[in-house]
């Protein structure tokens, strides 16, 4: 068994300064007038944050921030597992694992740390891959693998029955943790989760104004929003090349999702979470060259045949809160699941903890107050 170390963040000063030669260095390119946001980011939009980032944006005061939160490394598995442990003061306070999605971490979860540590002792882990869980050192890290590491993650910290919380495709390991130890995992609270039809036509039988609109919104996803998962789930290798030399490059593609994921009555990426917050996820992924080891999470997705077959439904208990740009629909969750709690917010979008912490922080204790 591996041991838990204790770990602290101290990017090299050269690799702050590195940082801001490249983006001061960066050549950037043209773009076809008045296209907005339709065909990627716009270049002025980029260029003005990333001006920010190079000379305005204080890493030291993010990285003391970040630890501020109690941090280790386990290796798990042949990979090492980076976690912040946040222990609760109250002696019935249940153990809470949160699973991140991508293109997030672990800094994403800051909002709400206090606001949970009086019910909960925190484990936000850095999913494998991504930050300083990362690079990954083999292939075969799927959802399965990922969710079986992280269990055993909380068996070392000696937690025997203990909760789980995911967004998107932590949601997806969140459930899997679930499944396989339903005898520790007392309950799985889930936001961004995605659901999929089966293929049968009664699937759609009867569905509300409100499912009709989230499968419209799923439909146009696949339609229009699905470029970052083709080529992660297909050549994250070389996508790698340019994410791991540019840091603009890097921003763009980051920043892409945090504008189409977040809630849509933000006007732009830093409206719903805020700018250093953004910046500062993004800062994670550069300054540990993870953009290539998080990638190929899509690309094991993809060709994982068990991730796509049919599963046993998991008897523990899950609650879903569905922030308005989520696409969940109830039937489906309760086909693969034991759905008994469901919040319909009135804002928030994938990025639920950054965006609308409080929202966040009364629906997950909600759900584990009542199990």
Request: proline share 7%; aromatic share 10%.
């Amino acid at each position: 068994m591996s041991e838990i170390r204790p770990f602290r963040i101290d990017i090299p000063q050269a690799d702050v300064d590195d940082l801001r030669d490249r983006l001061a260095r960066t050549r950037w390119g043209s773009e076809i007038p008045g296209q907005g946001w339709r065909r990627g980011v716009p270049v002025a939009y980029l260029r003005e944050l990333a001006r920010y980032w190079e000379r305005e944006f204080d890493w030291r005061a993010a990285e003391a921030r970040l630890n501020e939160l109690p941090q280790f490394v386990t290796t798990v598995d042949g990979q090492d597992i980076h976690f912040a442990h946040v222990r609760s003061g109250n002696p019935a306070a249940v153990p809470l694992l949160i699973s991140h999605d991508w293109p997030g971490s672990f800094a994403l979860y800051l909002p709400v740390v206090e606001a949970l540590r009086p019910d909960f002792h925190l484990v936000l882990v850095s999913n494998p891959g991504v930050a300083f869980s990362g690079p990954l050192t083999s292939a075969g890290w799927n959802t399965s693998r990922t969710a079986t590491a992280l269990n055993e993650l909380m068996a070392r910290l000696g937690y025997e029955r203990y909760g789980v919380q995911g967004t998107g495709g932590g949601a997806a390991i969140a459930v899997e943790m679930g499944r396989q130890q339903p005898e520790k995992v007392v309950g799985v609270h889930v936001n961004g989760h995605i659901t999929f039809p089966s293929g049968d036509p009664s699937d759609f039988a009867g569905l509300t104004e409100a499912e009709q609109e989230r499968l419209q919104r799923l439909q146009e996803f696949r339609d229009d929003k699905m470029g970052f998962n083709v080529i992660q789930s297909t050549r994250p290798q070389t996508l790698a090349f340019g994410l791991h030399d540019s840091p603009a490059g890097q921003l763009a593609w980051i920043v892409e999702k945090f504008q189409e994921w977040t809630d849509p009555a933000a006007a732009l990426p830093e409206d719903a979470v805020g700018r250093d917050l953004l910046l500062t996820n993004v800062s994670l992924y550069w300054f540990t060259g993870t953009a290539g080891s998080s990638a190929n999470l899509y690309w094991e997705a993809a060709h994982d045949p068990a991730a796509w077959a049919p599963k046993e439904k998991s008897p523990v208990p899950l609650g879903v809160a569905l922030g308005v740009t989520d696409i969940t629909i109830r039937r489906f969750a309760e086909r693969d699941t034991t759905v008994t709690h469901w919040t319909e917010l009135p804002a928030g979008g994938n990025f639920l903890s950054a965006e609308e912490p409080k929202l966040y922080a009364d629906d997950v204790r909600a759900f584990f107050t009542a199990h």
